[in-house]
């Protein structure tokens, strides 16, 4: 029989190997294992990396796991890496990953009448950067694609899953009064996403 800690090894190799996070049923299945129990595995191995301060630490997206390096490193890594190109958000992306990451699955039409103003290429981008995807059709009349956010969106808003977002209750009013913001590197949005989510709470934005 395999032991615990022989299974948990694997997982650290296959993470290493696998680059993109990796699914605990895809390793559960390598190993012969149910899936519960490899989400009980490596997020053991995700609390022992943190208890340990390890400079590579394990983040969970969605029921998927994968290596990163600990956000406290940053400078130094900085230091000796030569930056990529920064990908930014508009102020138009912002809010159109906002409608489609609190209203998906969402149609296009959907997202216009809640901007006021048509969002094809704006969606398209998002699409480009991988933040966006389709997500079937709709059954209204033409049936409409549907639109929400991926397993990359959640990478780089630091989230496990969506429902980690910050709670508001009407996207459109969020939407509707949000102060205009300076576009900002992708990684850093998420604190954009959570002023436009929270604009409501000042009642002179948007008078």
Same mark, same amino acid.
């Given at each position: 029989? =395999? =032991?615990?800690?022989? @299974?948990?090894?694997?997982?650290?190799?296959?993470?290493? /190997?696998?680059?993109?996070?990796?699914?605990? &049923?895809?390793?559960?299945?390598?190993?012969?294992?149910?899936?519960?129990?490899?989400?009980?595995? !490596?997020?053991?191995?995700?609390?022992?990396? %943190?208890?340990?301060?390890?400079?590579?630490?394990?983040?969970? *997206?969605?029921? &998927?796991?994968?290596?990163?390096?600990?956000?406290?490193?940053? %400078?130094?890594?900085?230091?000796? *890496?030569?930056?990529?190109?920064?990908?930014?958000?508009? $102020?138009?992306?912002?809010?159109?990953?906002?409608?489609?990451?609190? +209203?998906?699955? /969402?149609?296009?039409?959907?997202?216009?009448?809640?901007?006021?103003?048509?969002?094809?290429?704006?969606? %398209?981008?998002? @699409? +480009?950067?991988?933040?966006?995807?389709?997500?079937?059709?709709?059954?209204?009349?033409?049936?409409?694609?549907?639109?929400?956010?991926?397993?990359? !969106?959640? =990478?780089? !808003?630091? #989230?496990?899953?969506?429902?980690?977002?910050?709670?508001?209750? %009407?996207?459109?009013?969020?939407?509707?009064?949000?102060?205009? #913001?300076?576009?900002?590197?992708?990684? $850093?949005?998420?604190?954009?996403?959570?002023?436009?989510?929270?604009?409501?709470?000042?009642?002179?934005?948007?008078?």
């Amino acid at each position: 029989m =395999t =032991t615990k800690k022989t @299974i948990k090894a694997a997982f650290e190799s296959m993470m290493f /190997v696998w680059g993109d996070p990796l699914d605990a &049923k895809t390793a559960a299945n390598a190993m012969n294992i149910d899936k519960a129990q490899a989400l009980e595995y !490596f997020r053991e191995l995700e609390a022992e990396y %943190d208890e340990q301060e390890r400079g590579i630490r394990i983040r969970e *997206v969605d029921g &998927k796991f994968q290596f990163i390096t600990y956000d406290g490193n940053y %400078d130094y890594i900085r230091s000796i *890496v030569t930056p990529a190109k920064e990908r930014r958000l508009t $102020q138009a992306a912002l809010e159109t990953l906002a409608i489609i990451a609190y +209203k998906q699955p /969402v149609t296009k039409g959907e997202i216009d009448s809640i901007r006021g103003i048509r969002s094809e290429r704006v969606i %398209d981008g998002l @699409i +480009k950067k991988g933040l966006v995807c389709e997500r079937g059709r709709s059954n209204a009349v033409g049936r409409p694609i549907l639109y929400g956010t991926t397993d990359f !969106f959640l =990478t780089n !808003f630091d #989230l496990k899953t969506i429902k980690e977002l910050p709670q508001i209750e %009407d996207i459109e009013e969020a939407i509707q009064y949000a102060e205009p #913001l300076t576009p900002m590197d992708i990684r $850093q949005t998420s604190l954009e996403l959570e002023e436009i989510a929270g604009a409501t709470s000042d009642p002179e934005v948007g008078s």
